[in-house]
């Protein structure tokens, strides 16, 4: 197997799947002096090390490389715990060293992975090739040290996975649950994963209500906002309303083809209940979902330092320039097949786009010059319903 990238996540996996797995695990590392650390590590015979609350763990890769060619040719199996944008360049390099069915996974996902994958895929004559992607990070996880210490702080109850085609889901869950030591729940499609994707509503959300009209106050260290405990009335009341219009969106999806199963795509607050459902001390009302959340406790908004006393809002946190180009822009295309108005979601887009520096939004429609560097089904020749039902 080969797992794609050296960030929080790849190390943590590295000693979790050790643990349960006996075959080769190697590493591609092509930025930077990343492989070098690690090969360093395999040279001197030590080990990565995952403290996971008392328990250590331990683990090295058996073989590492800056170069495709090296360390994808003989995997069965491929992991990418990447961020979104990092995933089509990726997979470009991989592309011609595949075995002609292996699977390939992103950890997350996000929104439009699989329209990515598959006409990369495709370009490459690798067809036979099975993706599958989570819907979410399994482990919040910290490297203390690069390619020597890494922080397990907490693993999610479940995670959801879908693959394409579909028929492997099943399969392929099992095995990912024993390799990964987690529950892995099955989802019905792919395109659950982009719908389903709440970190689309959350991390734009909040940060737009947080902010919005104020995107030049300075905080001082101790007035840096709580982020999620930080909700208000009125920032619920934008994630209700953006979590409100993606279920009409996949209503709308099911009334033009009954035979597919959107039922994981669940409102906000029933998602917080499921994921954190003993971590909530109040589950009356979304606001308090989140201020009640112990999973959340203490976490403040992403900022950037401007002098030895001041911070302003970092508005190039992947809480927005992840979120919403492989995540709301994502849902305002489907959406814009559907012919399903998505007024919320727009004004957020809007917002954030100023921030971040970016267009994707213009005269209403996804037409702004850097939509061709989102993963809009649109930009992959996939231009209308039937076909995105089919992932």
């Known amino acids: 197997m080969t797992i794609c990238g050296g960030g929080n996540a790849a ?7 050790r643990n349960h797995f006996s075959g080769k695990i190697n590493l591609f590392l092509p930025y930077g002096n990343e492989a070098n650390h690690f090969q360093k590590l395999i040279d001197e015979k030590r080990f990565l090390t995952a403290t996971i609350r008392d328990k250590k763990i331990y683990g090295r890769p058996d073989k590492v490389s800056k170069f495709a060619k090296d360390v994808c040719r003989e995997a069965d199996l491929i992991l990418m715990p990447l961020p979104a944008f990092a995933h089509e360049s990726t997979l470009l390099q991989i592309a011609s060293f595949l075995k002609e069915e292996v699977i390939i996974g992103a950890i997350p996902a996000r929104s439009g992975f699989e329209y990515a994958a598959l006409k990369i895929l495709k370009d490459n004559k690798k067809e036979k090739v099975k993706i599958f992607g989570m819907q979410t990070l399994p482990w919040a996880c910290r490297v203390k040290e690069y390619a020597s210490k890494v922080d397990i702080l907490g693993k999610k109850r479940s995670v959801g996975i879908a693959a394409f085609p579909h028929k492997t889901t ?11 030591d987690l529950k892995i729940e099955t989802l019905p499609n792919m395109l659950t994963l982009s719908l389903a994707n709440v970190g689309q509503i959350i991390h734009p959300g909040i940060m737009y209500g947080l902010f919005k009209g104020k995107e030049e106050l300075r905080y001082r260290k101790e007035e840096i906002p709580l982020f999620y405990q930080g909700v208000t009335k009125e920032i619920s009341e934008t994630l209700k309303m953006m979590s409100d219009e993606i279920l009409a969106l996949t209503k709308e999806i099911k009334n033009i ?23 909530i001390e109040d589950k009356s009302t979304l606001q308090s979902c989140f201020v009640t959340n112990r999973a959340y406790q203490g976490l403040r908004a992403p900022m950037k330092k401007i002098n030895d006393d001041h911070f302003l809002p970092d508005f190039q946190a992947r809480y927005l320039t992840e979120d919403v180009p492989y995540g709301l822009v994502v849902t305002k295309a489907i959406a814009q097949l559907a012919k399903v108005d998505m007024p919320v979601i727009n004004e957020v887009i809007l917002t954030i786009s100023k921030w971040i520096g970016k267009e994707y939004i213009k005269r209403d429609h996804l037409e702004g010059k850097d939509i061709k560097d989102t993963r809009i089904p649109q930009n992959y020749g996939v231009n209308n319903l039937e076909e995105i039902t089919v992932y």
């Open 257 to 279: 083809d009954k035979s597919i199963n959107l039922n994981h795509v669940l409102s906000l607050k029933d998602w917080l209940l499921y994921s954190y459902k003993d971590s």
């Open 170 to 180: 099943f399969e392929l869950a099992l095995f990912l649950t024993h390799l990964l």
């Open 11 to 17: 190390h943590a996996m590295i000693p979790i799947i």
